[in-house]
């Protein structure tokens, strides 16, 4: 479903690589996680994905159409929501739910049972008829999936879907999510929370500073520990042995008694 | 930690002054460039107001009343700056963003309040400079003043501005309480300054007619500042006569309220900046929706952001405004207010036959101050990845912002010509021309607007206003308009005219060459030259 072959960011000539020569392939029914720290380059990937960003080599491929040669087929069939969802603060909720049923061509009875479904399920059916500037974080966040479900994408293309979600917005999304991809959809989404990848995703890639350091099968990436141990081997050049943070905590413990 | 906090405001006063982007700093050479640039703008502003009030002036003093020229002065200058800096203090005080994150910090609300006040303050001192300094100059001018009057006169300056501020705090304040539940904020606010505006071209359109009652009426006016207006009073005995005890008098009435408004509001600060009453709520209920095509739905987002915004509405629909209001004008007096123009600023002796040819020029350079969609590319700013990640082909973005402009501007047009077309006696032809030249030159406008906006494009601008205010994007069609609206008169009147052309047909053809421009810049926007344009503003 999305295929990422050698893709490189390159901001200015000659400057540093955001993304070096990355490669992921995600198929149709899987849940992939992208993690890294921050900067790493997940977001600059993501956004190369969704055609938003323009990328300096390689190839990304979605339902086998060129992001680059074909960007508005492959946008047809994708729905994107950001970290941080700037949404039209002038418009009411279901203005913009309108709105985006309209680029996406969706009917209008269609997008009236799929808002009313997809709102409730996120708890933001009475809020709709007021404006998004009104809107918390959350609830925008939770506006920006309603808007992304509505025309039933193959591929949903998500950056830290769950930052700014309430336990039961975040439970059902994790819901959403399992289903979306076992009705054949594919998810693509970066995250910071390892719980949340670690029980969810399928496969997972972990990148540090643009370069892929591991992908795969949740449990081949894994292994026998957890995915934070992993995590933090790979990624954390400051991690903390084991023996120090016994001496800490011991240390922590005497002062306190 | 006050002096701190008045250093951050002054830095956000320059930030948005300068026009910075988020990268880059001012330059020390840069600010110093502007504060020079701010000084000669000062300088000119307080220049052309001692030419306003030099009769004034002359009137007074050869009457023994020059004090009444320092009260009224003051008085113009408290006003001018509480009605400019109003809306300042309402946002910078009450509603700044960063109230909260300060008073989570170790600092005193009376801290946060006294720095923002400060700025507040400091703006309207440079009104109160400028005001009272035209007067001082022409004072200087007449000669034989003892240095106490100077110096009096330098105290009361500062003095003066306390009661701007004042003023402002408490309006700010007020304004502040009644949006807070509003829905429509924004055009609470657009009403609020289109009274304002229309008080102060009535006062300016009727200025000369109002220094003759002054001056006729000096002596009843003079009374009223001793009876009602106090402090300008005691301000102005104290400058002209040396008067001590009028300039205690003078300082208690602008220490005494500003103190106490500073005290109030200090009192009070934490409630009114956390209080969250925020707009009055709408169950949604459902109803069916209503589908639309892509571009209209493009141009209906369009035109939600353009009447949620006041600063939109305000600095780019003013040519509406005044088309609207010059039609009703020319239907209430027929071609009275015209002749009066052209007799009093274009020196024409008889223009009456020339009246219906000129209105269609007129508002032809009105449609260039409505540059509407120039703006509109840059607006989108944070909201810009919505248009980038959905399946929209960048010709529909395009037409759909030509298609907004024209929406909101061509009904004024049309309005505008029929009433001109209903006030004042002209031939069918003149008819036609008048409804065809502004409809064409908003045509114009617009694609010209749409074509500059592509060109002109940021995202990165902090604040809304501040992409709109962006003269980069509407000096240019504002510009364009008035030339190919204004060449046409320029050409009849230097040279066709003596070869016995006919104005009609010159505006005909103008009319053509409008149509032929737009269609081209039209043309252009749906070219793939445009596309690869669009893809550049983000990447």
Known sequence: MLQINHYTKQYSSGGKKAVDDLSLHILPGEIFGFLGHNGAGKTTTIKACCGILNFTEGEILVNGMSVKKQPLECKKIMAYIPDNPDLYDFMSGIQYLNFIGDVYKVPAGLREKKIAEYSADMGITEALADKVGSYSHGMKQKLAIVAALMHEPKLLIMDEPFVGLDPKAAFILKKFMRNFCDRGGAIFFSTHVLEVAEKLCDKIAIIKEGKLLAAGDIETVKGNESLEEVFLELVDDMKVSEEEYTAEETKAEVKNA | ?539
């Open chain 2, 1 to 539: 930690m006050l002096k701190l906090l008045l250093k951050t405001r002054f830095l956000a006063m320059i930030d948005r002054v300068s026009g910075q982007n988020k990268r880059k700093a001012a330059t020390a050479r840069k600010l110093t460039l502007m504060v020079l640039g701010g000084l000669v703008v000062l300088a000119l502003i307080g220049g052309l107001f001692g030419l306003l009030v030099s009769p004034l002036y002359t009137g007074f003093r050869d009457n023994g009343m020059t004090w009444l020229t320092y009260a009224m002065a003051g008085a113009m200058a408290c006003v001018l700056s509480f009605v400019l800096t109003m809306f300042y203090a309402q946002g910078a005080i009450f509603e700044a963003k960063d109230n909260e994150l300060l008073l989570s910090m170790p600092i005193r609300p009376s801290a946060i309040l006294g720095s923002r006040m400060g700025a507040l303050y400091f703006l309207n001192l440079l009104f109160c400079v400028t005001i009272l300094g035209a007067v001082g100059v022409l004072r200087a001018m007449d000669g034989g003043i003892q240095v106490l009057h100077v110096i009096i006169f330098l105290v009361c300056i500062p003095l003066l501005a306390l009661i701007g501020t004042t003023l402002s705090c408490l309006l700010g304040w007020l304004v502040s309480l009644i949006t807070r539940r509003m829905r429509r904020k924004a055009l609470f606010s657009l009403v609020l300054s289109l009274v304002f505006m229309g008080f102060y071209f009535y006062a300016m359109l009727g200025l000369s007619d109002h220094l003759q009652a002054i001056l006729a009426n000096s002596g009843n006016i003079a009374d009223a500042f001793q009876k009602v207006l106090l402090p300008f009073y005691a301000m102005a005995m104290a400058i002209t006569e040396g008067d001590l005890i009028q300039l205690l008098i003078f300082a208690a009435c602008c220490v005494v309220p500003f103190a106490l408004v500073y005290f109030l509001l200090s009192r009070s600060f934490i409630r009114i900046v956390t209080t969250k009453v925020g707009a009055k709520r709408t169950e949604y209920k459902g109803g069916s929706l209503k589908e639309s095509s892509v571009v209209w739905s493009l141009t209906k987002k369009d035109l939600d952001r353009f009447f949620n915004s006041s600063t939109y509405m305000l600095n780019c629909g003013m040519g509406l405004v005044f088309a609207l209001i010059l039609g009703i004008a020319t239907l209430v007096s027929g071609n009275a207010l015209l002749d009066f123009l052209l007799k009093t600023y274009a020196r024409m002796e008889d223009p009456g036959a020339l009246a219906p040819y000129v209105m269609p020029v007129v508002l032809g350079l009105l449609a260039g101050m409505a540059y509407i969609c120039a703006p509109s590319i840059s607006v989108e700013g944070k909201n810009f990845w919505i248009l980038d990640s959905l399946p929209l082909k960048v010709k529909d973005i395009l037409k759909s912002k030509l298609l907004f402009h024209l929406v909101v501007a061509v009904p004024f047009s049309l309005v505008s010509s029929l009433l001109v077309v209903i006030g004042m006696p002209m031939t069918p032809m003149q008819a036609v021309i008048m409804f065809l030249f502004p409809l064409l030159a908003h045509v114009f406008c617009a694609t010209i607007s749409m074509v500059t906006g592509l060109y002109t494009a940021k995202l990165d601008f902090p604040s809304e206003a501040k992409a709109v205010k962006s003269s980069a994007c509407g000096l240019p069609p504002m510009l364009a308009t008035a030339a190919v609206t204004l060449t046409p008169s320029i050409l009849y009147f230097t040279t066709l005219k003596e070869q016995g052309a006919d104005f009609g047909t010159v505006l005909l053809i103008a009319i053509g060459v409008m149509a032929a421009v737009s269609i081209a810049a039209y043309a252009f926007l749906l070219s793939p030259a445009a596309e690869k344009r669009w893809h550049k503003i983000r990447r």
